[in-house]
């Protein structure tokens, strides 16, 4: 196992290049112990026998026949106490699929599974795997199959319709392990919408107890849903977006320190300048006049 997951770290982005190759690639591993690693692709995972643990620095996190998750790219993880699992691994940039993925990115499922996940704790994200139903992973193994049919012959025009099956079976996965309501699945999926909310909201920062209001919850239970999958608070959570978007217009725009806190919600110039400085470890006006010499380099 060790030389595999040598070959992922030495995947490069130019491998998913060749227009007659498919744009992902695709492992059938028996999993045994592996060190930490992290990579820049997507790496979709089905077990498909066996248990063992998916581990990350916050902690292990079981992994069983049917389990489905979704390694997004920066995620430092690894396997332990592996047990005659078996699994099959894609290995993939989205936008090197041959295919656009625009259609999906409407469905609830996709934005949960490509878009919340990546800002969850690593603790809730793989606690609340996706778990595939025996009939589900059934249909799973035959499409499965087919790619791994496709791969070995490489018939012409092998490439295109390798892409087109694993499109197929990417969808299939969406509607299926999503079919699991479970409360991880409610969380994500209220989060996913909330987080979206928000980012619709612009400048125009949003309070806490308008979001519980607009989303029929209340504000102890928003609190805890953003501690439980975010490890924050509503507060800071929005505290931060303010900050991030200072930042992009103290960069992008030529207004006043001032008239950018005004814009993100803060004020009182002095309590945006304190702000500022205490999360980016510069002051708004320093870190204006070094991304300005940065990008005159």
């Not at 227009?19 to 690639?25: D, L, N, R, S, T």
């Amino acid at each position: 196992m060790k030389k595999e997951t040598e070959n992922r770290r030495n995947i490069a982005k130019e491998d998913f290049l060749d227009c007659e190759k498919p744009g992902f690639v695709f492992l059938k591993q028996d999993v045994t112990d592996t060190a930490f690693h992290r990579h820049d692709f997507h790496e979709l995972v089905i077990v498909t026998d066996g248990s063992g643990y998916h581990v990350t620095p916050k902690g292990r996190f079981r992994v069983a026949r049917g389990d489905v998750f979704l390694s997004p790219p920066g995620i430092l993880h690894g396997t332990l106490e592996c047990s005659r699992l078996k699994t099959v691994i894609f290995l993939f940039y989205p936008e090197l699929t041959g295919f656009s993925f625009a259609p999906l990115r409407e469905m609830r499922e996709f934005q949960i599974f490509f878009k919340t996940a990546p800002h969850l704790t690593d603790t809730f994200r793989f606690r609340n795997k996706f778990h595939l139903e025996p009939d589900a992973l059934l249909h799973v193994n035959v499409q499965i199959r087919q790619i791994e049919r496709e791969w070995t012959l490489r018939h012409a025009g092998w490439g295109f319709e390798l892409n087109s099956l694993f499109m197929q079976l990417l969808l299939f996965l969406l509607r299926s392990v999503f079919r699991n309501h479970s409360e991880g699945y409610r969380d994500m999926l209220l989060l996913n919408e909330i987080l979206q909310y928000i980012a619709t909201c612009g400048t125009k920062t949003p309070y806490p107890s308008e979001i519980a209001d607009k989303f029929s919850v209340t504000q102890r239970s928003l609190e805890r849903l953003f501690r439980k999958t975010l490890d924050t608070t509503p507060i800071r959570y929005l505290m931060e977006q303010r900050l991030f978007r200072s930042q992009e217009l103290l960069k992008e725009t030529s207004l006043s320190v001032s008239e950018v806190g005004l814009r993100t919600g803060f004020a009182d110039s002095a309590y945006f300048s304190k702000c500022f400085s205490s999360r980016f470890g510069l002051s708004p006006r320093a870190y204006r006049k070094k991304e300005h010499w940065s990008g005159k380099r």
